[in-house]
């Protein structure tokens, strides 16, 4: 059984490129528009691991992350944030709220791949 990754990115061209990388390589994936797209979509469904953007509508990454982390069923889900932000006060601030990792955007398919699979273990 392959493992569900959940994209989470207000970017349709973005989602569409993250599904079809993780997609190409086997993984199943659900993707959410924002923050609270994807707390709505992951009440009772199982994710291995959630890749999300930082700057979103609704609800951002880091309030994302904040959720999740205080809810006991995904507090042990590594979370990468997937954004254009790489100013180290902001990767701070992801890696307090509990924060797996972070890739900078624009990424490279095989780089995503490599995350994800150190990641997932």
């Known amino acids: 059984m392959s493992k569900t990754i959940m994209t989470v990115d207000d970017s349709a061209s973005v989602r569409q490129m993250v599904t079809f990388t993780l997609a190409q390589a086997g993984y199943q994936v659900v993707e959410a528009k924002d923050g609270k797209d994807a707390l709505s ?26 959720c999740l982390r205080a809810n006991p069923s995904c507090k042990f889900i590594p979370i990468v944030m997937l954004t254009t932000e790489s100013q180290a006060d902001k990767k701070q601030e992801g890696k307090t709220a509990g924060a ?8 490279k398919p ?4 490599a995350v994800v699979k150190k990641v997932l273990g």
């Open 110 to 113: 095989d780089q995503l791949l």
């Open 41 to 66: 979509k992951l009440s009772g469904a199982s994710v291995s691991m959630v890749l999300t953007d930082l700057n979103m509508p609704n609800m951002d990454g880091i309030q994302l992350i904040r």
């Open 100 to 107: 797996t990792g972070w890739i900078v955007k624009p990424f």
